[in-house]
């Protein structure tokens, strides 16, 4: 799935707008009736989805990098006394 097929540049949004848009569409789905533009709807979900996952995986990257910084900087000073 291409991320760029989506109407709105997402990779500006945080998160946390990206989770509100996600219900959003999730709700629009929910609430239609017609069953021809759900298919389309929900595949634009899935790709929305797609890139949560991706910034999600970003975050957690930059998470461990900084707490591997923090852990070397505390065993360096433990050990440089």
Do not use: G, H, V, W
């Not at 707008?17 to 569409?25: P, Q, S, V």
Request: no cysteine.
């Amino acid at each position: 799935m291409k991320d760029k097929n989506l109407p709105n540049n997402y990779d500006d949004f945080s998160l946390e707008e990206l989770t509100k848009e996600a219900n959003k569409m999730i709700e629009e789905l929910e609430n239609q009736k017609d069953l021809e533009n759900s298919s389309e709807n929900y595949q634009n979900l899935l790709k929305l989805n797609s890139i949560i996952e991706k910034k999600f995986q970003k975050n957690i990257k930059k998470i461990n990098e900084k707490t591997k910084e923090k852990i070397l900087k505390i065993t360096k000073k433990r050990y440089a006394k």
